[in-house]
T-cell receptor
Framework: DAGVIQSPRHEVTEMGQEVTLRCKPI?????LFWYRQTMMRGLELLIY????????DSGMPEDRFSAKMPNASFSTLKIQPSEPRDSAVYFC??????????????????FGAGSRLTVL | GNSVTQMEGPVTLSEEAFLTINCTYT??????LFWYVQYPGEGLQLLLK?????DKGSNKGFEATYRKETTSFHLEKGSVQVSDSAVYFC????????????????FGTGTRLQVTL
């Protein structure tokens, strides 16, 4: 398996532009997570989906941020309009179905390599 | 709510030194505990986990024991190598509300480890 695939790996854009980050989870995984990482705030959970349905989006910072998961193999995180303070590394992660939370593979996240966003 | 507190970094050690990175937590219910590692330029990857009190997770020479009485999950390694230089994250999750679905992980702020020759 190729793992969790994110694109683009690097994005440099100007303030006010729309940014779309993409994620392909591991096949068979039914949970998908978007995280943001900055030096100041560390790792923050933005939103997560179970079976393509958003479960918790309380970490989405503002209405400028939106996330979709139209099918089990694809998700997007969109920022419109972008601002310099959105500069960060955005990670997507997925995990596989669990029958019991105590099983060895339960709740183990596989992360993508991240998308580094710079907003000028 | 759930939270994880890790020791401040960076931690700088000489090769073959003993490593301890402290982690304590607060949680509602009975959490599972994790250590993830992030190497430069990469995403996080699972290092080890423990799902119930007194369990010991271990991998690549690293160990951590789930201590319910002290709400701790300290990471240890007897002899670090330069290749262990990375950022280490402690994390927890509690029982999901619905079976067959994952619940979110709560991460600590990360502790940077630098190992020198």
């Amino acid at each position: 398996d190729a793992g969790v695939i994110q694109s683009p790996r690097h994005e440099v854009t100007e303030m006010g532009q729309e940014v779309t980050l993409r994620c392909k989870p591991i096949s068979g995984h039914n949970s998908l997570f978007w995280y943001r990482q900055t030096m100041m705030r560390g790792l923050e959970l933005l939103i997560y989906f179970n079976n393509n349905v958003p479960i918790d989006d309380s970490g989405m910072p503002e209405d400028r941020f939106s996330a979709k998961m139209p099918n089990a193999s694809f998700s997007t995180l969109k920022i419109q309009p972008s601002e310099p303070r959105d500069s960060a590394v955005y990670f997507c992660a997925s995990s596989h179905p669990i029958r019991g939370s105590r099983l060895p593979g339960a709740n183990v996240l596989t992360f993508g390599a991240g998308s580094r966003l710079t907003v000028l | 709510g759930n939270s994880v507190t890790q020791m401040e970094g960076p931690v700088t050690l000489s090769e073959e030194a003993f490593l301890t990175i402290n982690c304590t937590y607060t949680a509602t219910g009975y959490p599972s505990l994790f250590w993830y590692v992030q190497y430069p330029g990469e995403g996080l990857q699972l290092l080890l986990k423990a799902t119930k009190a007194d369990d010991k997770g271990s991998n690549k020479g690293f160990e951590a024991t789930y201590r319910k009485e002290t709400t701790s999950f300290h990471l240890e390694k007897g002899s670090v190598q330069v290749s262990d230089s990375a950022v280490y994250f402690c994390a927890l999750t509690v029982e999901p509300q619905h079976t067959g679905t994952a619940s979110k992980l709560t991460f600590g702020t990360g502790t940077r480890l630098q190992v020198t020759l």
